[in-house]
């Protein structure tokens, strides 16, 4: 899908959310998202102290996608690039700011998700709740973080809570210190930055 036409055409099912346009393609049963040009979400980052987050850049976007399927097996697919003609979601920004599509299965909803499905997932996949977060999570065995682990961002469906998109990112040992995080083991050297 190249051809932001294309998406378009899609049966539209949100555009209301901060990061992504949502659209349904029927024929493949996949969910398809666009960013809005020139916003590619958030990303977990230390601050003040604590575990906070920031905008993404487009590399970050990408790595916290590869996160997703590395992480919780997702789904995801990269299906194109575009630069789009429309206004830039960030504030100074100036048209023609590049937009990703992914995809991932359209699944069904089984049940509603609470605060307890979602800790249950993230303790199994061996997170511990981080205190004063944006609903983050972290994993001191390999340094990865997660924020916006709230209930838009999961499924419940008959094969188990599903994880969707998750602002995610590996932190190394200042990074881990500087949010409050005891230190992963062997991460002397930056995955991301902050």
Not at 34 to 58: D, E, S
Not at 66 to 86: G, K, T, W, Y
Request: aromatic share 8%.
């Amino acid at each position: 899908m190249s051809d932001p036409a294309e998406f378009e055409s899609d049966m539209l099912i949100s555009n209301a959310t901060s990061e992504h346009e949502v659209r349904y393609r029927k024929e493949q049963n996949r969910a398809s998202k666009r960013t809005w040009a020139g916003f590619y979400g958030q990303v977990p980052c230390p601050q003040n102290g604590t575990l906070g987050r920031r905008n993404a850049t487009p590399a970050e976007y990408l790595f916290r996608m590869a996160l997703q399927i590395m992480v919780f097996h997702s789904d995801l697919r990269l299906e194109s690039v575009s630069v789009s003609d429309r206004p830039s979601m960030i504030i100074g920004q100036p048209a023609g700011e590049p937009s990703f599509v992914i995809s991932q299965e359209w699944l069904e909803r089984q049940q509603e998700i609470t605060p307890g499905l979602i800790a249950q997932r993230m303790a199994d996949d061996g997170f511990a709740q981080v205190p004063k977060s944006y609903y983050g999570w972290y994993r001191a065995a390999d340094g990865v973080v997660v924020v916006d682990a709230k209930a838009d961002n999961f499924i419940a469906t008959a094969a188990g809570i599903i994880a969707l998109d998750l602002q995610m990112a590996v932190f190394n040992r200042d990074q881990a210190m500087a949010a409050g995080l005891p230190p992963p083991p062997d991460t002397d050297s930056p995955t991301t930055t902050a």
